[in-house]
């Protein structure tokens, strides 16, 4: 079974400061990806970043980069230069390795609500 | 704006009405999925489609009836449902997996239904 687990269930952080959201992830698959999804308050759920399990380097996507630690099994987002849009909740996911031609499902964590002051 | 349409944005209904939720995708998915989400909680996965056929379907009550007319729509039909039921639906849509490979393509979420049972 696998699990997906976001500690922090509320953040504050100043205007133009740098954030990390903590997640781990406990599964006994090789292949598996994980993803972190943005959700305002209007309910879209908006996709960030995503790391493969294979991955060699972290990803990156403007502001937004991923800490991927395997052997911790940990995938932090970390969130550059944070911006008053940037508040919202923010969701770890992952995706484990699938069969031939299906759709596969992915498990979210609790969520973090992220604040952003001015 | 989304490349995942859902229609309509809020619904109200009693407990022994018939409605039906829409969901369109123009992005050439093959995989679309059903979520619900409840306030302060992460989506959880109702329904998946691939290449139009059921694929997974996580133990939903049969109140709850997914349809699949084609590649780019994927409806809910609801009957008889409970004020529990009330919640945010989430659809979204994605590349399968193929081959056995893991897919790195993200879902994508529409803004969602928010339903309300009286």
């Known amino acids: 079974a696998q699990k997906i687990t976001q500690t922090q269930p509320g953040m504050f952080v100043q205007e133009k400061e740098a954030v990390t959201l903590d997640c781990t992830y406990d599964t006994s698959d090789p292949s598996y990806g994980l993803f972190w999804y943005k959700q305002p308050s209007s309910g879209e759920m908006i996709f960030l970043i995503y790391?493969?399990?294979?991955?060699?380097q972290n990803a990156t996507e403007g502001r937004y980069s991923l800490n991927f630690q395997k052997a911790r099994k940990s995938a932090n987002l970390v969130i550059s230069a944070s911006q008053l849009g940037d508040s919202a909740m923010y969701f770890c996911a992952m995706r484990e390795g699938t069969g031939y031609s299906s759709a596969s499902k992915i498990i979210f964590g609790s969520g973090t609500r992220l604040s952003i002051r001015p | 704006d989304t490349e995942v349409t859902q229609t309509p944005k809020h619904l109200v209904m009693g407990m022994t009405n018939k409605k039906s939720l829409k969901c369109e995708q123009h992005m050439g998915h093959r995989a679309m999925y059903w979520y619900k989400q409840k306030a302060k909680k992460p989506p959880e996965l109702m329904f998946v489609y691939s290449y139009e056929k059921l694929s997974i379907n996580e133990s939903v009550p049969s109140r709850f009836s997914p349809e699949c007319p084609n590649s780019s729509l994927l409806n809910l039909h609801l009957h008889a449902l409970q004020p529990e039921d009330s919640a945010l639906y989430l659809c979204?849509?994605?590349?399968?997996?193929?081959?056995?490979?893991?897919?790195?393509?993200?879902?994508?979420f529409g803004d969602g239904t928010r339903l309300s049972i009286l």
């Open positions: 979204a849509s994605s590349h399968p997996s193929f081959g056995g490979q893991l897919s790195n393509q993200p879902q994508h």
């Open positions: 790391q493969g399990s294979y991955d060699q």
